[in-house]
Each structure stands twice: as C-alpha cells, then as structure tokens.
C-alpha cells in the first residue's frame, strides 16, 4: 500500500533545508521569490505550493529526494534545437505552483494537494545522480515532472555537480518566474521551456497563475540569454481559437522569431476528460499560423507521422532540411559543426553537435534588442492582463 497524502506531507516536510530565494520580514514572516506567486508566508504557515513553508522566519524548501527519475530523447522535453538525439535523464520533485486539470504529470506535482496523488520521494544525492547520467549517456539533466522553480535550490545543488561534469542542464517550466528565482539559476540552467498555455488571463487564473507573469517570464528568459522553447499544448474549446493562436504566435514571434515553438496535442488526462483529442487538423492550422506571424521554427507534437513538415527542422533561409524527425526519433542531422546549414551556410540559432551556440535573434519589430518592454506583443499582453 503507498503513503497516505498526509504521511506523504509529512514526510516530505522533513526533507528540507533552509532557503536561498526569500526575503526575512517582520514577525517571523517572510516573502518567497521562487515564483510569480511572491506569497508572503506567515510564521508557521506554508506557501501556495505546500512544500516551501516558513518555520520560526526561515524558509524551509525541498531538498535531498526525487519524486520521478527517466531517461528520454531531449526530444521530449521537447527541445529540437538542443543536441537532437542526446538523452536527458530527468528528475521531478513533488508539488506545483499551478493546478492545471489536465496536468500529465499530476501524481508528483498535485501530491499533497490531491488525495490521489500520492508519489513516494526517493532520497538522492546531487553526485549520484550526476553519476547516473553519464552511466546512461545522458548530455543533458533536467529538472521536470514538477514544477521546477519551486525547487531551484536542489536543482542548482544538483545542476551545479551536472555543470562540472560537462552536462548541459534544463527546466521544463511553466514561465512562473520571478527576476530574482532567473537570476538564481541562471549559470547553471542552459535550456528553458515554457508552457505558454493560452493567452487569456482568465484561463490562466483558472490554473492558478497569471497570464502577465509568464509573458514576463519569456521576455526576462529571451534577455538573459536562456535557450528559450515555448510548448503550447492546444485543448478543444480551451485555447484553440484562431484569435488565440495567432495572438500566441505574434507575441512570440515579437519576442524573438527564432524561438521555436512547439504546438501539441492534447490527450484526456487527469480531471480534464470532457474535451476531445486534439485532432491532426487543429495542430496544421495552429503551426500554419505560427509561420503567418513570423515564427521561423514551428513544432506540431504528440501525433507522429501525421504532421507532414511540421515534425522537421528547414534552412528559413534556403529550405534545406535540416534535421528529419519522426516523434522523438532523428532521421537525418545536416546541421554543421559550426552551427549552420550545410546547403546555403545560413546560421541555425541552437545548442548544436559540437558544442557551437547561436543565440535567439532579436525581433526585427523592435530595435537594438529592446524587444521587452516596448514590444507590441508585451504591450498587448499586459493590456489583456489588466483588463
Ligand atoms: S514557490 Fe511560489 S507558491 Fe511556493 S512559496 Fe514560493 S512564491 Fe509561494
């Protein structure tokens, strides 16, 4: 028989230690900065996410376990413009900061807050699991399954290991940052995907976040220099709007257009069960628009062999393919060890095959890579946040 949710609470509270991402405020209370909640956490009491809590004035976060460890395709992260074909070992914590109801990953990252989810923590050391990357010939660790910010301390415990041993180490997100949680992570996390899930503020209220703080998060992301993939897993009757997708496209394509961004199908999956699967058709009209506002690099996912194009990587420039997929699988890799294409040499931005990185570029729409706060797309966006 598993763990009650209560013992579970109860056990994790005692894999702890103190915080780094906080500040100390009157009265024993303090202010967590490891996501876009800012929750100001009275003495004794816990944050939003039920696994950071203050205890006496100290934050106390998760620390020495894991909730789920795999090793995948990076792929299925997914990032296409990172090593493709290189394995990522990935590890997840338990609890988030949103509570989406078609979470795919809820048994960890509902636990404590769904009686139902109940995932045992698996006590680890960061070297051991550094070690067991590289026994797996992984290239890449990534922090997954859970919310990853709300973990970042053992990440970057973990990452910082991963990093001396030549990994290259990724979140897989959904964009509820902060400044202060980006900067913390920031020398040790390389590849960053968000989860843009929609571009109405009241969806995202409905899962527990809002919709300014994550456009915020891809614009802090894009300027700091992370690697940036955006996955927009797209839900029947829930963000499948023409006007939805392309206000999703044209904000991306203004924070940069080489970012690739990645449109998914959805599955039913946890307590979202009444829409139907995405259908091939919604994924081609959702990638076609992408490519209408700008978007160089445009995934359609979770349906393989039925996307045509849309599973490879072109030349924007020439045409030429790239590299060919097949699900996670890679058919064909023409990227050069300089990063470029091999037909009309034309720079690819990623992390390629022999260790050559070409950043994002700029928005053409904004000038001297100002992109943020005088994008339209931002502009627009913190407009239908407010309203
Ligand atoms: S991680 Fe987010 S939800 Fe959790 S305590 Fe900190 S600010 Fe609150």
Excluded at 257 to 286: C, E, G, N, Q
């Amino acid at each position: 028989m598993g763990l009650s949710n209560a013992s579970l609470a109860k056990t994790i509270s005692g894999l702890t230690r103190d915080g780094d991402i906080y500040d100390r405020l009157p009265d024993h209370a303090v202010r967590c900065h490891a996501c876009g909640h800012r929750c100001f956490i009275p003495e004794n009491r816990p944050g939003i996410c039920k696994v950071r809590f203050n205890e006496g004035g100290t934050l106390k976060v998760p620390w020495g376990y894991v909730g789920a460890l795999q090793c995948d395709p990076v792929e299925k992260k997914p990032f296409f413009h990172a090593l493709p074909g290189a394995l990522a070992l990935s590890f997840g914590m338990l609890g988030c900061d949103f509570h989406c109801a078609y979470c795919q990953n809820w048994i960890t990252s509902q636990a404590i807050r769904d009686p139902k989810a109940v995932a045992p923590p698996e006590k680890v050391t960061p070297d051991a699991l550094v070690q067991l990357a590289r026994q797996q010939g992984a290239a890449v660790l990534a922090s997954t399954y859970n919310e990853p910010l709300i973990t970042s301390e053992w990440a970057v415990a973990i990452f910082r290991e991963a990093v001396r041993a030549g990994l290259m180490c990724a979140y897989i997100s959904n964009g509820n940052g902060t400044e202060q949680v980006l900067e913390y992570i920031r020398p040790y996390v390389r590849l960053y995907k968000v989860d843009l899930k929609s571009f109405r503020d009241r969806s995202y209220r409905d899962l527990g976040g809002t919709l300014r703080n994550v456009l915020d998060t891809i614009v802090l992301l894009k300027r700091k220099g992370f690697w940036l993939e955006i996955v927009t897993l797209l839900i029947p009757g829930f963000n499948d709007s023409n006007e939805e997708i392309r206000d999703i496209a044209r904000f991306l394509a203004g924070v940069s257009p080489d970012i690739p961004w990645h449109v998914t199908a959805f599955h039913k999956d946890y307590k979202m069960t009444d829409p139907d699967d995405t259908p091939v058709s919604t994924l081609l009209r959702a990638a076609g628009i992408g490519r209408q506002e700008g978007l160089r690099y445009v995934y359609a996912g979770n349906i393989p062999g039925a996307v045509g194009d849309f599973e490879n990587t072109r030349c924007p420039a020439c045409g030429a393919l790239l590299v060919a997929r097949v699900g996670y699988r890679i058919l064909d890799y023409r990227v050069t060890r300089g990063g470029t294409c091999p037909d009309c040499d034309a720079v690819i931005p990623g992390l390629w095959h022999g260790g050559v990185e070409h950043a994002q570029a700029d928005s053409p729409r904004t000038t001297s890579g100002e992109a943020d706060d005088r994008s339209p797309g931002v502009g627009a966006a913190r407009r239908g946040a407010g309203a």
